[in-house]
């Protein structure tokens, strides 16, 4: 069993940057940070990065170039750096983990989950 928290959300200008932070506490040893998700009101929950456990990187076209994902494993800590914000990346931010070594872009695949954190980006 993990808990999994989130911070770094907040009010952006279009075209700025922000960082999130993903904390993992309790049994880290049997799961991994793998993932960053966002879901806008009304929306369905859509992935943004993953994050393989040996290195490799995906990233949502419309984000990619943008956004980077890295983690801390010695902080059991995942990040999701966001430049050149746009108002289309206003969202709940969360991060998820999961026991396999393969990340996937299926939310329903994750069996942690953090409880979000707003980010809003203004025009």
């Known amino acids: 069993q993990i808990q999994l928290v989130e911070s770094g959300g907040g009010k952006v200008q279009t075209g700025g940057s922000l960082r999130l932070t993903c904390v993992a506490s309790?049994?880290?040893?049997?799961?991994?940070?793998m993932a960053w998700f966002r879901q806008a009101p009304g929306e369905q929950r859509e992935w943004v990065a993953l994050l393989n456990t040996d290195g490799r990187t995906t990233y949502r076209d419309s984000v990619k170039g943008r956004f980077t994902i890295s983690k801390d494993n010695a902080k059991h800590t995942l990040y999701l750096e966001m430049n050149s914000v746009r108002p289309e990346d206003t969202a709940v931010y969360f991060c998820?983990?999961?026991?396999?070594?393969?990340?996937?872009?299926?939310?329903?695949?994750?069996?942690?989950w953090g409880q979000g954190t707003q980010v809003t980006v203004s025009s």
């Open positions: 998820a983990a999961d026991y396999s070594a393969i990340a996937t872009k299926d939310p329903r695949k994750y069996n942690y």
């Open positions: 309790g049994d880290t040893h049997i799961s991994y940070l």
